[in-house]
């Protein structure tokens, strides 16, 4: 037996699951944080150009509109002294005011100098309206004609300087428009290359995890299973030794603790086998030697048993009244004792060779046997006036002498222990599972609890010689056919009455799935009835 080589123990498969989803849930952790900031600063650029500098940019040509509406009004009407002319200018005061309020809004947040921007050009707008626009209208209104004088002149400069500082308004909001639509293309491209990012760490990851639970747990599974594998294929000398999580390592230690045993029970196993091979050879030479006692009982034993006998009873017949009483009666002893002894013989014969045919069982009908054991006993069924009752038997595997012999001993023993009233025998046979279950009961003496088992066992009498005769061997031989056959016989304790003996035969394999009977004949309803006393304890 080889020693078990130590096993190192290292993780177990559950802290190694552990921990690679944990790394996998704070790679995920990271790449949502990463990637959400990534989103969120996208969204940020593109709602400030969406939302703020385009609405800016767009205000600021409105203002820009606005004024020259304005500019444009206020001129034609100081030429032309028509009222219509007013209109543009009053319709560019109310889209600057408007304009102007919303500005004043979206400035601050597009940047400081966009607001003072805004402020510039309100101021210089007014202004312009101040010393320019107002007084030129009032003047046209005051005379009803047309203005042509340096005013003019000078309230162009005015509005030129106006036209530059909202030049300079639109200017720095659309460089934070470019800044800003750079800044958002720079988002994009942040995200993607974060987006890009996560995907390869994934993947990486995913690797990773991969080869390390392959490393980890699959490759030491298989080499656990390699390993179980050549200890089962018989190498019990091999040591199990196998690195991985602490779950392969343990199975690693139960496999040699299996191997180890196995080893053990074989060892055992091993040296039970050369002593059962003594025992089979001694058991082989005991039975040659029986087989040679039969043979010499049968012939050389026989013969001057049959020599005493036939003398004894020729002096018995010869000289019998012509001694005294006490030499009739030795004599009558001789005589006893040689019929006896030739009857024990002849039995202890009959014993030995059941199951020693060379025949195999094959299916004989229960009714033949049955009727065979009753001829052979009819002229004791006669004196007694006996009557038995039975219904039609099953085809079984036995032997037909064999299961002949075995009615004959229970109806031989239903006779001989019989009651005061003639003997009944009653006979029934039902269908118990994959055994037939036969039942002997008749009203004789009976037997009594203690005495169940004792009545099977070879040479044991429950009474004396004188009151019943026999040499103790039928009920013995009748559990030995029965086993031979694969049954078994009991004594029934519940039943009163009388005695009940009560045995199986196994149903033959061509009746399991149909009943076996003999030709011609059926199983009566009350045939299969099955009494609830009658089943094996």
Do not use: C
């Not at 490393?215 to 594998?229: C, D, F, K, V, Y």
């Not at 055994?435 to 004396?464: K, P, T």
């Amino acid at each position: 037996m080889s020693e078990t080589a130590p096993v190192r123990k290292r993780w177990p498969l559950s802290r190694i699951v552990s921990v690679g989803v944990l790394a996998l849930l704070l790679f995920s952790v990271a790449a949502v944080a990463v990637g959400g900031f990534a989103l969120l600063n996208l969204r940020h650029n593109r709602e400030r150009v969406v939302l703020t500098l385009d609405p800016a940019a767009l205000q600021a040509q409105q203002l820009d509109i606005a004024l020259l509406n304005q500019e444009t009004g206020v001129r034609g009407y100081a030429l032309s002294a028509q009222t219509s002319f007013l209109a543009p200018y009053n319709s560019g005061f109310t889209a600057e005011k408007t304009v102007i309020a919303s500005l004043k809004k979206t400035a601050p947040q597009v940047s400081s100098v966009t607001a003072t921007d805004l402020t510039s050009v309100a101021t210089q707008a007014h202004y312009w309206r101040i010393h320019y626009a107002q007084p030129a209208i009032n003047q046209v209104k005051r005379t009803g004609k047309p203005v042509i004088s340096p005013d003019i002149t000078a309230g162009k400069a005015y509005f030129d300087n106006l036209r530059s500082k909202i030049a300079k308004l639109e200017a720095d909001i659309s460089t934070s428009r470019t800044s800003a639509v750079a800044g958002l293309n720079d988002a994009a491209s942040l995200l993607d290359v974060v987006f890009v990012a996560i995907a390869i760490g994934l993947a990486v990851i995913v690797v990773i995890l991969a080869l390390g639970l392959r490393a980890a747990a699959i490759r030491p599974l298989h080499s656990i299973a390699a390993e179980a594998r050549r200890v089962a294929g018989g190498d019990f000398d091999h040591a199990v030794a196998v690195r991985g999580p602490q779950e392969v390592t343990d199975l690693a230690e139960d496999v040699n603790s299996m191997r180890e045993r196995i080893l053990q029970e074989l060892s055992a196993t091993l040296a039970a086998n050369t002593v059962l091979e003594a025992h089979a050879a001694e058991l082989e030479r005991s039975n040659s030697e029986l087989e040679q006692f039969a043979y010499i009982a049968s012939h050389d034993l026989q013969e001057p048993l049959r020599k005493v006998a036939s003398f004894t009873q020729l002096l018995q017949r010869r000289y019998q009244g012509q001694l005294d009483s006490r030499a009739d009666q030795y004599i009558e002893f001789a005589v006893d004792g040689a019929k006896r002894m030739q009857a024990l013989i002849n039995d202890l014969l009959a014993y030995s060779r059941v199951g020693r045919s060379s025949r195999q069982p094959a299916l004989v009908s229960s009714d033949a046997a049955f009727n065979q054991a009753r001829a052979n006993l009819a002229a004791q069924l006669e004196d007694t006036g006996a009557t038995i009752e039975s219904g039609h038997l099953p085809l079984v595997l036995a032997e037909m002498p064999l299961l002949t012999a075995v009615f004959q001993n229970l109806l031989s023993n239903a006779l001989k222990f019989r009651g005061e009233q003639p003997p009944r025998i009653v006979i029934k046979v039902s269908r118990d599972g994959p055994f037939w279950l036969f039942s002997f009961a008749d009203n004789g003496i009976g037997i009594e609890r203690d005495y169940a088992d004792r009545v099977f066992v070879i040479f044991q009498r429950l009474h004396e010689r004188s009151a019943y005769p026999g040499t103790g061997i039928g009920l013995a031989m009748t559990r030995k056919i029965i086993e031979y056959f694969g049954g078994r016989i009991w004594l029934d304790e519940a039943f009163t009455g009388g005695a009940r003996f009560l045995f199986t035969l196994p149903v033959p394999e061509e009746a399991i799935s149909s009943r076996s009977l003999p030709a011609g004949t059926s199983v009566r309803p009350e045939d299969e009835e099955t009494d609830a006393r009658v089943r094996e304890p």
